[in-house]
């Protein structure tokens, strides 16, 4: 297939790209470093490819970042897995995310809204008064570079301190969103044995207060590694006992001391969403995150000082992590704690509003549900400083983008991003001198050999493949927590393709050099051998107004036969009835093809999620397969866990 999209739905002007922050690299990188100096944007990725260890090289000198003993080479070992990045070097990713205090103490680093929406500065001197004040209290607990340090926080300035002050002394930072009960972070944390457990009583979501003392309590119970815990009396309560309150850690005004540690260095812990099994815990690097993200945030977002950069995000998600490292590029950061949707759907565009957003970052989901509930946030808000609206966490469908030209602005960068949690960056996604064309991503990222592959190995253009990065990432992991011989992670990524990265999505490279992304290749759709990516149907399902949402499962039959129901969430009022049947068929059939229409259409009660709203097919696809329900599925990772009951009892009923 060739891209249907010829023509672009949005262009950059020639001002901007002229002011990017990439076109001004560009021509240095040429000056110094041999790049390609015409060509467009596919010249200098293919030099950044081409020629890893200069590309990296380069990034690091641009964005000055600051080595204080310097590096043997850039990448002594290519090998995937086990690529050494910058071997001899010595640096801290807190010392960078603070630079900017000494040029502008007064302005602000942080802006934090909760659900009254009134933006509360946080000044870059404060910020780095606070972490100064936090690393040197955490020395004085014995917290040593290495050492686990845990927060269990919503999305608040405590939590930005806290890791810094974490990263400052060396040691390796993980959190978890109060959302979570207790037996989801004990799944996480139990993993990594954290030394110091920072806590909230409680939170505001939706309007309400939300207790979780009694979960703090468990976690206190349970983690036998703690030597402290510090409270942080969000709802007002009192300091529980043999607890430490956060003001009496953050009160001195203490220059901050930043230990020098080696580029490979763990910096911090995410976590897979384990749906069918202990989450994974994914360590990345000090120096690895760094320039990963300098040149995500710089280049690829075009942010610096005079930005505002909101992402809709919980500390439970990747997103959470890089929003922080805004402050890399000099960027005040806007800290959202609270429910995307309160008091109205509208609620993230008032925000971006009130806090003078100039990149706002969403889930593609809200982006539909705006949609579906007729919000109209350019009519209702002033968004003239947004610049780019960016998507993640499932592929934005093609009424997404068409929605936010219409109803946002029609010159607004929409950049729909794709990467991982593997990761914590985006593998392809936004390229401010580049084109934006429905339904699709910009462009691979610079230094990403992103490539779409057949099952031998083979690349494609203009067809469906698997998702493969060629080449190493300095943000890949450096391994897994309690993997001692690297098996769990090579087996995650390497064992199809040895040697090069597999992502687990299906994508198209197109001829111009944009991508597709169809879905998790891991629950693939495969009918007559032919494979469909989950994302296409959703896309097309989810435009009728009575669907809510919708999950699509293919399952091969011990017969040799292929079934594939289409569960559907209806919206208030809506009726299951032959009517709307025949519509969703005929919707499917004209705008993907026959192959698409689903065997059975099959109303449920709600489609499950991970903890970070991501629809769970591969669970489903087990349970519908006969696996017992404690198999399928780890429960801790799931939103609602009554919900799998009803496809426990389909698979029940159809054996």
Request: aromatic content about 10%; charged content about 20%.
């Amino acid at each position: 297939m060739s891209t249907e999209n010829p023509q672009p739905l949005w262009q950059p002007d020639p001002d901007r790209i002229a002011q990017a922050q990439i076109t001004a690299f560009r021509a240095w990188a040429a000056e110094h470093h041999g790049a390609p100096a015409e060509g467009g944007y596919a010249a200098l990725h293919r030099w950044s490819v081409d020629e890893l260890e200069t590309f990296w090289a380069a990034v690091t000198q641009w964005f000055d970042v600051k080595f204080s003993t310097p590096y043997a080479r850039v990448l002594a070992d290519r090998s995937m897995p086990g690529a050494q990045w910058f071997p001899g070097a010595t640096l801290n990713y807190a010392e960078h995310a603070l630079r900017a205090a000494a040029t502008r103490p007064d302005a602000p680093a942080l802006l934090c809204v909760d659900e009254s929406h009134a933006p509360r500065p946080v000044t870059w001197s404060g910020l780095r008064r606070q972490v100064g004040s936090l690393a040197a209290e955490l020395r004085a607990l014995g917290v040593r570079p290495g050492d686990r340090v845990s927060g269990y926080l919503p999305n608040i300035p405590e939590a930005v301190v806290a890791l810094l002050a974490t990263a400052a002394v060396g040691g390796v930072w993980t959190s978890c969103a109060p959302d979570f009960g207790a037996r989801s972070v004990l799944d996480r944390f139990q993993q990594v044995e954290p030394v110091v457990l920072f806590t909230v009583d409680g939170y505001r979501y939706g309007g309400k207060e939300h207790d979780r003392r009694g979960v703090v309590a468990e976690l206190r119970r349970e983690l036998p590694t703690l030597r402290a815990v510090v409270h942080i009396p969000l709802l007002g309560s009192q300091t529980p006992e043999g607890a430490v309150e956060w003001s009496t850690l953050t009160g001195a005004d203490t220059e901050p001391v930043f230990e020098q540690v080696p580029f490979g260095h763990p910096l911090w812990v995410l976590y897979s969403s384990g749906t069918t099994g202990l989450p994974k815990a994914i360590v990345q690097s000090q120096g690895g995150i760094l320039v990963e993200h300098l040149k995500q945030l710089g280049l690829h977002c075009d942010l610096g000082p005079d930005d505002r950069f909101f992402w809709y995000t919980s500390t439970g998600w990747m997103m959470w992590n890089f929003l922080v490292s805004g402050l890399l590029t000099g960027t005040t950061i806007v800290l959202y704690d609270g429910s995307p949707g309160h008091p109205d759907t509208g609620a993230q565009w008032r925000v971006a509003e009130r806090t003078g957003a100039t990149f706002y970052g969403t889930s593609a989901a809200y982006v539909m549900a705006c949609r579906k509930a007729d919000v109209h946030p350019g009519r209702d808000h002033d968004l003239s400083r947004v610049r780019c609206v960016a998507t993640t966490g499932s592929p934005l469908p093609p009424d997404g983008f068409r929605w936010l030209h219409d109803k946002v602005r029609a010159d607004l960068w929409i950049a729909s991003v794709s990467g991982g949690t593997d990761v914590c960056s985006c593998f392809a996604g936004a390229v401010p001198t580049l084109p934006v064309h429905i339904g699709e991503l910009q462009a691979p990222g610079l230094g990403t050999d992103l490539q779409s592959w057949d099952p031998s190995g083979n690349p494609l253009t203009d067809e469906v493949g698997e998702l493969v990065v060629t080449n190493p990432m300095p943000s890949m992991p450096i391994y897994f927590w309690n993997d001692p011989d690297g098996s769990r992670y090579h087996d995650s990524y390497f064992d199809t393709y040895p040697g090069v990265w597999r992502h687990g999505d299906w994508i198209t490279v197109t001829s111009q050099g944009s991508v597709i992304v169809h879905g998790r290749s891991d629950s693939t759709l495969n009918r007559q051998g032919v494979r469909m990516g989950s994302a296409d149907i959703y896309e097309a399902v989810e435009r009728l107004p009575e669907i809510r949402e919708s999950l699509v499962i293919g399952i091969e039959q011990p017969d040799g036969g292929y079934w594939m129901p289409l569960f559907v969430h209806l919206a208030p009022g809506a009726a299951l009835d032959e009517t709307l049947l025949n519509r969703i068929k005929q919707t499917i059939r004209e705008q993907l093809s026959p192959r698409h229409i689903p065997d059975e259409i099959i109303e449920v009660p709600g489609i499950p999620h991970t903890l970070t709203g991501k629809r769970i097919e591969v669970p489903v696809k087990r349970l519908l397969q006969g696996t017992p329900l404690q198999e399928a599925v780890n429960p801790g990772s799931i939103d609602n866990l009554d919900l799998l009951a009803f496809y426990e009892d389909l698979a029940r009923k159809r054996t």
